[in-house]
């Protein structure tokens, strides 16, 4: 029997996943990475947004440009250490000035992971672990939209202070789900999860905020806690984002991870890293670029959005 949900959300529903600094993510989407096709370019100031667009020969030009200036302008070497030795500490300082007033609920997992709704288990548990769950904008919409009493689910992150917001919820129901602090580039496992015991571990915009030095513990960290046959979601930052090309002198830390105005790390990622990083232990099921075209019309200015959406299996022994 699969899991009691609610059913799918109404477009007016959907259309409350509506942008942050951190992501943008497409509203209005009723199917997989949204469906507002431009045919012809005639039609591009007609509309605020278009989807699967891929980027203009200007674009390509403005997005080597801005490459090359932020490698003439760096980090300042003396700084470079401080973003890299306690970068949590710069998120417990994000979410004491933020709260859970930042990010918006992550109402768009039933579009893009069904797999988190579709589950059919005969075992009395269905155990889902967000890593990196911020203030809980996915783990809370997951609680409240599957009633089944066999969901439990683990909600972890290395700043204690969005563990702390999460606790603080009306909807943190300790019957139903765990919130605590870990790294996910630890050499320890958390000592309240077990291995092998996660049908599907959440990954939300955290992997990007990894040194590329600690991604391959933390993959196999992902390993070990999830069950054979079980799945890793995973949504990020692609390479060439605006949010990339965006970025100011002295920001940038190494080829392609930057750190934001509030000392938080940001790396954007290409497929290929994906499938090097996790395919040398998981199945990759899904490996895409979600592409999105934004329009200022009053300025005709053109911005594109990148997002890399990926679905990786442990094999089953
Ligand atoms: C951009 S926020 C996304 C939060 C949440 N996944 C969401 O989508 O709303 C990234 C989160 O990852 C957490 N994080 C970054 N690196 C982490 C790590 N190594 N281990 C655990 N959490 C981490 C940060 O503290 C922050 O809460």
Known sequence: MGPLKKQASSAAEISQRTDSRFTNEPE??????????????????????????????????????????????????EKKELYNTTPATFWDSFYANNQNKFFKDRHWLQIEFAELFEWTTESSK???MEVGCGAGNAVFPLLEDIYDPRLFVYACDYSSIAVDVVKASKAYDQQRCAAFVWDLASTKLPPNVAPESIDIMLMVFVFSA??????????????????????????DYGRNDLAQLRFK????????????????????FTN??????????????????????????????????VWLQAKFRKPIK
């Open 126 to 128: 269905f155990q889902i």
């Open 249 to 268: 002198k002295s920001r940038l830390l190494e080829d392609n991870l930057y750190i934001r105005g509030d000392g938080t790390r940001v790396y954007f």
């Open 28 to 77: 209005n989407r009723s199917e997989s990475f949204g469906s507002r096709l431009l045919t012809t370019e005639q039609d591009v100031f007609k509309h605020n947004a278009w989807d699967h667009v891929e980027p203009d020969d200007e674009y390509i030009k403005y997005a080597e440009q801005q490459i090359r200036f932020h490698h003439e302008n760096p980090v300042p070497a």
């Open 210 to 235: 990894l040194h590329p030095s600690q991604w391959k513990q933390a993959v196999a960290n992902a390993y070990q806690l999830l069950k054979p046959g079980g799945v890793l979601l995973f949504r």
């Open 272 to 305: 290929e890293e994906l499938a090097e990083v996790f395919g040398s232990l998981f199945e990759i099921e899904q490996n895409a670029i979600d592409r999105r075209l934004l329009i200022n019309r009053k300025r005709e200015l053109k911005m594109y959005r």
